[in-house]
């Protein structure tokens, strides 16, 4: 009882501080678009789980397990480090550094639209940007991801804290792939992943209609660019300094409707725009 309690506390420790700073500011783990990195959270979180596994197992042989000579053997406390855990780390970590690449070659050849994320009231990034895609909608194979490397990282934990003196828990080797494959998943989604436009905001003023994104560039004859209020088609114009689509909005459109872009014959996903937030009452 008393090592699994040192080793809760060596991993509040280590993620507290760590969890707080990212908190604070996450730009180490957000992608190149300003939301946060799908990959790159996975990857720190099975660095920081590894280290901690580590760095327990070494207090404990030092203290409690009789110094070096716990660390010997064929069936030492290290001894599943390179079968199972190396793996485990493994996988993320190509998933984040593939990705990485792909998504800026795809953003330099134009064949991917990142636009900026909505800002926050916070200023900080929602944790459910891990799950969901660029318009904000959850995203099955970036769920499936995290869910499952969740599950893994549970099972490692509490494994490890039932028998701390046994060293690193001897998982079967083939948990890896709870991890390698949905990395795989993910890296495959993003190099099938198509220019689709994607709207971040929508604003009415004066009677026209603004909208924010990406990916709203015209396509060949007869594939113009265009925005629907409602199943209203309207006349859109784009910004050559912002990119954001204008149009005269439909008198008879009142808020809350739903906002679409087409572009390249490709569909955005739907925006819901419930009106412009009501302004704090002067204080008296």
């Keep these: 009882m008393a090592s699994a309690l040192f080793a809760l506390a060596l991993l509040a420790a280590l993620a507290g501080p760590l969890t707080l700073r990212l908190r604070r500011s996450p730009g180490f783990v957000t992608g190149r678009d300003g939301r946060l990195s799908t990959s790159t959270v996975l990857a720190l979180a099975w ?45 993320p970590y190509v998933a984040m550094i593939a990705a990485k690449t792909v ?18 009231a916070s200023g ?13 909608r959850t995203d099955l194979v970036d769920l499936q991801y995290v869910a499952l490397s969740a599950v ?27 991890t390698g494959a949905p990395a795989g998943a993910y890296l495959v989604n993003k190099l099938a992943t198509r220019a689709t436009p994607v709207i971040t905001d929508v604003h009415v003023h004066d ?4 909208v924010e ?16 209020v409602d199943d209203t088609v309207l006349p859109a114009v784009a910004d050559p300094l912002t990119g954001a689509l204008t149009a005269p909005l439909p008198a008879a459109a009142t808020a809350p409707f739903t906002v679409v872009v087409t572009a390249r014959g490709l569909r955005s996903d739907p925006y819901c725009y419930e009106g412009a937030p009501a302004r704090p009452a002067p204080a008296p």
């Design 103 to 120: 998504v800026g070659l795809r953003i330099e050849n134009g064949t991917l639209a990142k636009p900026a994320p909505k800002a926050t």
């Design 47 to 91: 660095t920081v789980i590894l280290l901690w596994l580590l760095l327990t197992v070494l207090a404990y042989g030092l203290t409690a397990g009789g110094g070096i000579g716990w660390f010997q053997g064929e069936r030492g406390p290290l001894s599943p480090l390179t079968s199972v855990y190396l793996p485990l780390l493994g996988g």
């Design 124 to 136: 900080r990034r929602p944790l459910r940007e891990l799950i969901a895609n660029d318009s904000g």
């Design 152 to 178: 893994t990282m549970l099972y490692v934990v509490l494994f490890f804290l039932s028998d701390v003196g046994d060293g690193l828990p001897r998982l079967p080797d083939e948990i890896w792939a709870l």
């Design 213 to 228: 994104g990406g990916g709203f560039t015209t396509g060949p004859a007869g594939q113009a660019t265009r925005v629907t």
């Design 207 to 210: 009677g026209r209609l603004t």
